[in-house]
């Protein structure tokens, strides 16, 4: 497969504290990739830092195109996209406008015409996203009227309406039950099945480990980790980050239990 979304040597600092550290990351063509780490580990700082919320020292590279001197929106225009912890939407606009915000180009003449009549009909790709995480029936829903799990399904449609070659998503299980959080891991594999590039981050290690083809562990800003879902779940130096030492070394002497740390 292609590597679509690449990270080389990607650092960031505030002041005197390095938030991400010579961080090296690939994703694939229809590959879905996971990012975990304890709290502050630097996962939504890396996620800023690739889409150009953050100023950043290393490359970020998608399709072999370096995107460092490029502002948010024209990486978004380059065939990135991502979505926000937070599931904000346009409230007085309808799912499917919210969608319609981020497809499409329209010309000069067609935004005018829209400004005079309304709009009559939408891009393609809106109606795909919609389809794609089965939410078709929300399509003039107004987002007052969605659960927390659906905010969250509308968000990742709007950012897959832009027809993304790779696709960061940030946190998209956080607030969703169980069966929400199941049924979001089946979405996602859909869309890796199309070809899209992703990178789940994301507290739900349950989740993640289930779903993800390959993961990364970040710890203070570096990489501790990667590989297998398998392989990272019984990584001693993973077990250490999210337990402690001394978990570690006792889950070390008696052997892996084969579940996820919590």
Sequence with gaps: MTVVLRTT???VSYGGVRALVDVDLEVESGQLVGLIGPN?????????????FARAEGR????GRDLARMAPHERARAGLARTWQSADLFDEL??????AVTSGRPSLARTVREIALGRTDFDPAVSSALALLDIEELADALPESLTQGQRKLVGVARALASTP??????????????????RLGEHLRQIVQTGTAVLLVDHDMGLVLSICDHVFVLDFGKVIASGRPEEVRSDAGVIEAYL?????EV?????PSGRAPA
Excluded at 251 to 255: L, P, V
């Design 165 to 182: 070659r790779a696709l960061c998503l940030d946190e998209p299980a956080a607030g969703l039950d169980t069966a929400e959080s199941a």
């Design 9 to 11: 040597s990607l650092s």
């Design 94 to 99: 309808t799912v499917a406008e919210n969608l």
């Design 40 to 52: 502050g580990a630097g996962k939504t700082t890396l996620i800023d830092a690739i889409s150009g």
């Design 244 to 248: 402690g030492r001394a978990a570690a």
């Design 251 to 255: 889950i070390a002497e008696d052997g």
């Design 60 to 63: 970020v590279e998608l399709d």
